[in-house]
């Protein structure tokens, strides 16, 4: 692996339980350092599940005990009940409850200015989608409308999935509902703008959750009928907004340290998929192994040659 420079930043994508992924890779890296997350990233960014992580590094977690975290809470956060068995039915699958118990009692009663005001400070960009006035909000400790926010209603505004929770103080969803369940050009405009981070002195470490495996074939969308086009154009959708924030921090921070890791998962795996935990541990360890070899991926490069300018 290759040093990082002096500024190290982390981005983290949604993907609910499949954080496990995240979480068991942070640990393989921490034990290939000797040094826990939150000594290493002095900013961290996190839509929906990746909101989790970014906060337990703020808030001084150890990869390997929120890989923990996860593998003990994914049952009781996902339990299934009448509500999920009834779903559409019902107006949500799980309540919202045990997820804030369990970040009550891992995170506290912290606020997110704490995170600024505390010494060594370090700057967490917390994304999330606001019904009220129809815009993505980023929800930053040094930021003063934020400051007073308690952490964990950051962290259950950004990773309240529509369908599967219900919605927070009757405006916030989850983060990915806009363009960035892939917060990487987040955190490359907080460090240089917001931070005033040299790029040359910049490494940002983008990490996915799991890339879905191809699922139809050529000729099968000609046979849909109307309910059958919401999953395609979701995941078209999830994508391509995926790929578009890896090519604009390609593109406009082109001097930055940007490595980009992702696995290919092998059959798809549902955000509330308790059952494929150790399956995700070992999509951990893949991850984990990735960092640690510099197998960056570039994302996808047909948008980079859609963009192309025609006098080339």
Same mark, same amino acid.
């Given at each position: 692996?290759?040093?990082?420079?002096?500024?190290?930043?982390?981005?983290?994508?949604?993907?609910?339980?499949?954080?496990?992924?995240?979480?068991? @890779?942070?640990?393989?890296?921490?034990?290939?350092?000797?040094?826990?997350?939150?000594? #290493?990233?002095?900013?961290?960014?996190?839509?929906?599940?990746?909101?989790?992580?970014? @906060?337990?590094?703020?808030?001084?977690?150890?990869?390997?005990?929120?890989?923990?975290?996860?593998?003990?809470?994914?049952?009781?956060?996902?339990?299934?009940?009448?509500?999920? &068995?009834?779903?559409?039915?019902?107006?949500?699958?799980?309540?919202?409850?045990?997820?804030?118990?369990?970040?009550?009692?891992?995170?506290?009663?912290?606020?997110?200015?704490?995170?600024?005001?505390?010494?060594?400070?370090?700057?967490?960009?917390?994304?999330?989608?606001?019904?009220?006035?129809?815009?993505?909000?980023?929800?930053?400790?040094?930021?003063?409308?934020?400051?007073?926010?308690?952490?964990?209603?950051?962290?259950?505004?950004?990773?309240?999935?529509?369908?599967?929770?219900? #919605?927070?103080?009757?405006?916030?969803?989850?983060?990915?509902?806009?363009?960035?369940?892939?917060?990487?050009?987040? @955190?490359?405009?907080?460090?240089?703008?917001?931070?005033?981070?040299?790029?040359?002195?910049?490494?940002?470490?983008?990490?996915?959750?799991?890339?879905?495996?191809?699922?139809?074939?050529?000729?099968? @969308?000609?046979?849909?009928?109307?309910?059958?086009?919401?999953?395609?154009?979701?995941?078209?959708?999830?994508?391509?907004?995926?790929?578009?924030?890896?090519?604009?921090?390609?593109?406009?921070?082109?001097?930055?340290?940007?490595?980009?890791?992702?696995?290919?998962?092998? &059959?798809?795996?549902?955000?509330?998929?308790?059952?494929?935990?150790?399956?995700?541990?070992?999509?951990?360890?893949?991850?984990?192994?990735?960092?640690?070899?510099?197998?960056?991926?570039?994302?996808?490069?047909?948008?980079?040659?859609?963009?192309?300018?025609?006098?080339?």
């Amino acid at each position: 692996m290759k040093p990082f420079r002096k500024n190290v930043a982390l981005a983290v994508d949604g993907g609910g339980i499949r954080g496990v992924v995240v979480t068991r @890779a942070l640990a393989v890296l921490e034990e290939h350092l000797g040094k826990m997350s939150g000594e #290493v990233f002095t900013l961290v960014a996190g839509t929906s599940t990746g909101s989790i992580i970014s @906060a337990g590094i703020a808030a001084g977690l150890s990869g390997a005990g929120m890989h923990r975290l996860y593998l003990e809470l994914g049952e009781t956060v996902f339990r299934r009940s009448w509500r999920s &068995r009834l779903w559409p039915l019902t107006r949500y699958r799980y309540p919202i409850g045990p997820l804030r118990a369990a970040l009550m009692r891992y995170i506290g009663n912290l606020y997110m200015g704490t995170f600024w005001w505390k010494s060594p400070s370090i700057d967490v960009v917390i994304t999330t989608f606001d019904l009220v006035t129809n815009r993505t909000r980023f929800i930053k400790p040094w930021k003063e409308e934020y400051a007073t926010w308690p952490v964990v209603q950051a962290v259950l505004a950004s990773s309240c999935v529509p369908t599967y929770f219900p #919605v927070v103080l009757g405006r916030y969803v989850d983060g990915g509902v806009g363009a960035y369940s892939n917060p990487c050009y987040i @955190a490359a405009y907080e460090a240089q703008f917001c931070l005033g981070w040299n790029p040359d002195e910049t490494t940002l470490i983008s990490l996915g959750t799991g890339r879905e495996p191809h699922q139809f074939g050529p000729g099968d @969308a000609a046979r849909f009928f109307a309910w059958q086009w919401l999953g395609p154009v979701l995941g078209a959708f999830l994508q391509s907004a995926d790929d578009q924030q890896i090519h604009l921090v390609q593109t406009f921070f082109d001097q930055l340290d940007f490595r980009r890791f992702q696995v290919d998962l092998v &059959r798809p795996i549902g955000m509330d998929d308790v059952g494929a935990m150790s399956e995700l541990t070992q999509y951990g360890e893949e991850l984990g192994r990735k960092i640690l070899n510099d197998e960056t991926e570039g994302g996808d490069f047909s948008v980079a040659r859609e963009l192309r300018p025609v006098h080339e």
